[in-house]
Protein backbone atom coordinates (compact mmCIF):
# COMPACT_ATOMS: atom_id res chain seq x y z
CA UNK A 1 0.00 0.00 0.00
CA UNK A 2 1.62 3.08 -0.86
CA UNK A 3 0.00 7.14 -0.84
CA UNK A 4 -0.38 6.83 -4.74
CA UNK A 5 -2.41 3.69 -4.26
CA UNK A 6 -4.55 4.94 -1.63
CA UNK A 7 -5.32 8.29 -3.24
CA UNK A 8 -5.86 6.60 -6.49
CA UNK A 9 -8.53 4.60 -4.77
CA UNK A 10 -10.08 7.05 -3.21
CA UNK A 11 -10.19 9.07 -6.53
CA UNK A 12 -11.94 5.62 -7.88
CA UNK A 13 -14.71 5.74 -6.09
CA UNK A 14 -15.50 9.30 -6.29
CA UNK A 15 -13.96 10.38 -2.74
CA UNK A 16 -11.42 13.18 -3.22
CA UNK A 17 -8.54 13.86 -0.75
CA UNK A 18 -8.43 17.60 0.32
CA UNK A 19 -7.79 19.16 -2.82
CA UNK A 20 -10.68 22.23 -3.38
CA UNK A 21 -9.68 22.85 -7.09
CA UNK A 22 -11.11 19.57 -7.87
CA UNK A 23 -14.10 19.75 -6.06
CA UNK A 24 -14.52 23.77 -7.38
CA UNK A 25 -13.68 22.44 -10.77
CA UNK A 26 -16.72 20.21 -10.83
CA UNK A 27 -19.52 23.05 -9.67
CA UNK A 28 -21.67 23.53 -12.17
CA UNK A 29 -22.11 28.07 -11.66
CA UNK A 30 -23.84 29.98 -13.49
CA UNK A 31 -23.59 33.57 -12.78
CA UNK A 32 -26.46 36.09 -13.26
CA UNK A 33 -27.32 39.55 -12.66
CA UNK A 34 -29.82 39.56 -9.80
CA UNK A 35 -33.39 41.60 -10.89
CA UNK A 36 -33.78 45.64 -9.98
CA UNK A 37 -34.70 46.29 -6.65
CA UNK A 38 -38.30 47.69 -7.53
CA UNK A 39 -38.92 44.51 -9.41
CA UNK A 40 -38.21 42.61 -6.09
CA UNK A 41 -40.73 45.05 -4.15
CA UNK A 42 -43.36 45.06 -6.55
CA UNK A 43 -43.46 41.80 -7.19
CA UNK A 44 -45.19 40.69 -4.12
CA UNK A 45 -47.69 41.87 -1.46
CA UNK A 46 -46.31 39.63 0.90
CA UNK A 47 -44.36 41.73 3.78
CA UNK A 48 -41.91 39.78 6.08
CA UNK A 49 -43.05 39.75 9.83
CA UNK A 50 -42.37 37.72 12.26
CA UNK A 51 -44.67 34.32 12.05
CA UNK A 52 -47.12 33.79 15.33
CA UNK A 53 -48.46 30.73 14.66
CA UNK A 54 -47.25 27.67 12.92
CA UNK A 55 -49.32 28.14 10.18
CA UNK A 56 -48.13 31.29 9.65
CA UNK A 57 -44.33 30.18 9.63
CA UNK A 58 -45.40 27.51 7.34
CA UNK A 59 -47.12 30.13 4.92
CA UNK A 60 -44.26 32.61 5.30
CA UNK A 61 -41.83 29.41 4.14
CA UNK A 62 -43.61 28.54 1.06
CA UNK A 63 -43.99 32.10 0.11
CA UNK A 64 -40.33 32.39 0.12
CA UNK A 65 -39.41 29.11 -1.48
CA UNK A 66 -41.69 29.91 -4.64
CA UNK A 67 -39.97 33.36 -4.38
CA UNK A 68 -36.68 31.82 -4.97
CA UNK A 69 -37.75 29.56 -7.52
CA UNK A 70 -39.03 32.48 -10.19
CA UNK A 71 -35.53 34.08 -9.76
Not at 22 to 29: C, T
Not at 36 to 52: D, F, M, R
Request: charged share 30%.
Amino acid sequence: MTERNIKSAFRGAGFIPFDPESVVSKLDVQLRTPPPIEKIVTSSPWSSKTPKTVLEAEFQFEHLERQIRKH
